[in-house]
């Protein structure tokens, strides 16, 4: 569109530089829109109106159009010929899941790092949340045609690991790894939860009990620097650790999203430890009351301590680490980290840091971040407290209300409706999470898209009609307006993938959705003279949407 308005320019003004904007108007004015002549006034001298009527007349010359209006200062409306939107129905149908496919990405090699929970701890909605933002991202990269690597972090070492250690060994009456036998496998998540609130309270609350952690956490990262896998201490670090992932791993298989790899922190830790003591030679970073930091006032941030004054590395020293091994082990052209936003201004003091001395790593890495996640009337949940909302709460209190208002448990249904709530809004504010408007078939939700799905493929069907070879020279009211609602998605996959914004995808798919409603409403199908051609339209239908719900990782499934 944007080449045919751009040759009827060069017709008209010779090699006048522009840059055609093509928007989409309410459809009663046109398919298309563009301001064009309004950006041309400046340089050719002209009123705006005066080159829009120009253009008209010549745009009008072009069999491919139906209709060219001037409205306003100068905006022009275009409405396509029916027989190039019979076209454009034909390659939605043939090209299947390849309609629109952006090629932004082609070639590219994108580390996506996300969820990040920390062994030792439960898994709660913020993690949720990201997994599922970082899903989307990943697959709108790789429908894109990038190769992404999706990882993950977690530490494995550090505080919150000495106080739930601290924990466990009270309750074990010291290192007896054997009574870890006694823990049953359902309860082992919760039971180190518990742990963690447990020596957590105790080392704010009782001096003792804190330098007793603080000396179990030393002890942790010793038995790395040793790789101790014999003591009694090391058998309930190793046990505990693999119980967290096993953990992780299951609930990762429940909402179908896997990882190619975990790095804990215990691996990127000694990494972060040398390059930091390298760089401080060198005057990236500097020695402040025995600890190492990076100064980062003068890049208008704030200094933050990589050493403490142990000796040990810090999250920066890590997050440096995890940087460096990132890159070392797949050289990307893209690294996308996606975590809570607040650790915003400590992820600029990190990357700030990296660029003294890689500047090309710091450059490639994008950081997103995003709200918490709360349920209606909800506050902010801490797991240090243990007054938090688990992932496995959402998905249940989703299942709930899905069973009251449907009567199944359904994981796909459930799936939809969680994924959806949490992509439908831009990346960044809080989510607010409302269970019964996330189950509805009635309104702006996963379900209703994904009966919206099987509706589609249950006409396609029933339908008897052949539609190979199908000759359609005109189109009426609803049948065009659901079929220019079709022609859309390409533009909205490439501004998704462009703005790695989930939510873009998520409007469209819903608005397409009541677009199909009108036209299904007004137009009969089956048994219809016009069968075959709307048999054709509802299968181009389903196929966007389960593209678009595939992209966002949401089931789409036949039936329901």
């Given amino acids: 569109m944007d080449i045919k308005i751009n040759e009827a320019v060069q017709a008209l003004y010779g090699d006048v530089a522009v840059d055609v904007k093509i928007t989409r108007p309410d459809p009663q004015f046109g398919d298309y829109s563009t301001n064009v002549a309004m950006q041309l006034a400046g340089s050719l001298g002209k009123n705006p109106r005066e080159i829009a009527e120009q253009l008209a007349v010549e745009l009008r010359d072009n069999n491919d159009f139906s209709d060219v209006t001037i409205a306003g200062p100068g905006f022009i409306n275009i409405r396509l010929a029916d027989r190039v939107l019979a076209q454009d129905l034909t390659h939605i149908v043939e090209q299947e899941n390849n309609y629109g496919r952006p090629t932004t990405y082609v070639g590219k090699v994108v580390v996506t790092e996300y969820s990040d929970p920390n062994p030792f701890k439960v898994l709660h909605a913020g993690h949720l949340y990201t997994s599922v933002i970082g899903d989307a991202i990943s697959n709108l990269i790789e429908h894109a045609g990038g190769t992404v690597h999706r990882v993950n972090f977690g530490g494995d070492v550090g505080l919150h690991v000495g106080k739930t250690m601290w924990a466990i060994l009270q309750r074990l009456g010291g290192e007896y790894a054997d009574k870890l036998a006694d823990i049953p496998e359902a309860e082992r998540s919760e039971w180190m939860a518990s742990a963690y609130v447990e020596g957590t309270n105790a080392y704010e609350d009782n001096e003792d009990s804190k330098a007793e952690i603080i000396i179990l956490n030393k002890k942790v990262y010793q038995l790395h620097n040793d790789n101790d896998h014999e003591s009694a201490f090391a058998h309930i670090y190793w046990t505990c650790r693999e119980w967290s992932y096993d953990y992780f791993n ?16 215990s691996e990127t830790a000694p990494t972060g430890l040398a390059t930091v003591l390298e760089q401080k030679d060198k005057g990236v970073y500097e020695e402040s009351q025995g600890a190492v930091v990076f100064v980062g006032e003068p890049y208008d941030l704030h200094t933050r301590v990589f050493i403490n004054s142990e000796g040990l590395p810090t999250y920066e020293a890590k997050d440096v680490g995890l940087s460096i091994r990132k890159w070392a082990d797949y050289h990307f052209d893209e690294s996308v980290i996606i975590t809570g936003n607040d650790i915003t201004e400590y992820m600029k003091v990190v990357l700030k840091s990296i660029e003294q001395f890689l500047p090309e790593l710091a450059k490639r890495t994008k950081h997103f971040t995003h709200g918490n996640v709360k349920l209606a009337g909800g506050v902010k949940m801490s797991s240090r407290k243990g007054n938090f909302l688990r992932a496995v709460d959402v998905l249940d209190i989703a299942a709930d209300e899905n069973e009251k208002a449907q ?138 949407l389960k593209n678009g719900l595939t992209v966002l990782g949401i089931p789409a499934p036949d039936k329901l």
């Avoid at 299951?250 to 922190?265: G, L, M, S, V, W």
């Avoid at 079709?486 to 009541?514: K, M, R, W």
């Fill in 250 to 265: 299951a609930f990762y298989d429940r909402i179908n999203t896997h990882f190619e790899k975990y790095y804990p922190e």
């Fill in 407 to 544: 009567g199944n448990r359904d994981d796909a249904p459930v799936l939809g409706a969680v994924k959806y709530a949490f992509l439908k809004s831009r990346i960044g504010p809080d989510i607010i999470f409302e269970p019964k408007e996330s189950v509805s078939i009635h309104g702006n939700s996963g379900p209703y898209l994904q009966y919206a799905h099987a509706r589609a493929v249950s006409i396609v069907q029933k339908s008897t009609a052949s539609t190979e070879g199908v000759l359609i020279d005109q189109f009426d009211q609803y049948e065009r307006a659901l079929l220019v609602k079709l022609t859309e998605y390409p533009e909205v996959i490439a501004n998704a993938v462009n703005e790695l914004s989930p939510h873009l995808v998520c409007t469209y798919l819903y608005e397409l959705a009541q677009v199909f409603n009108r036209f299904y409403e007004k137009s009969h199908v089956i048994g219809d003279e016009r069968e075959a051609i709307r048999v054709r339209l509802v299968k181009a239908y389903a196929g966007i």
